[in-house]
């Protein structure tokens, strides 16, 4: 059973930036070999895929909403991946979910939310105008 927590939420002005944090954990868990993602969902809007990391964290992909304004990130040795957003914008306010799913490959990235199976409980995060 793995368990995610994600920090770093909170209240920031449009063009600002935050980091937000996903610590996971779990008995005979190995961050390593699961794939990382980061997805969002908005007030009365369905979930949407953010940003995705390889396992060694060589390869990344992100939605086109965000290309060019977030890097995600990952410290295998403390079992944390990051979100690094910069000149955020009002459309970006949502709660932000972290997720994870064990995979073979050293390679993949994965940008489906189904695909996952394990998910943290949420962060919150709000642009003002």
């Known amino acids: 059973q793995v368990q995610l927590v994600e920090s770093g939420g909170g209240l920031v002005q449009a063009g600002g930036s935050l980091r937000l944090s996903c610590s996971a954990s779990g008995r005979a868990f190995s961050f390593g070999r699961y794939v990382m993602g980061w997805f969002r969902q908005a007030p009365g809007k369905e979930r949407e895929f953010v940003a995705t990391?390889?396992?060694?964290?060589?390869?990344?992909y992100y939605a086109d909403s965000v290309k060019g304004r977030f890097t995600i990130s990952r410290d295998n040795a403390k079992n944390t991946v990051y979100l690094q957003m910069n000149s955020l914008r009002p459309e970006d306010t949502a709660v932000y979910y972290c997720a994870a799913v064990f995979t073979l490959s050293p390679i993949a990235t994965q940008s489906e939310a189904q695909k996952y199976n394990c998910w943290g409980q949420g962060t919150q995060v709000s642009v003002s105008s």
């Open positions: 990391i390889n396992r060694s964290g060589s390869s990344t």
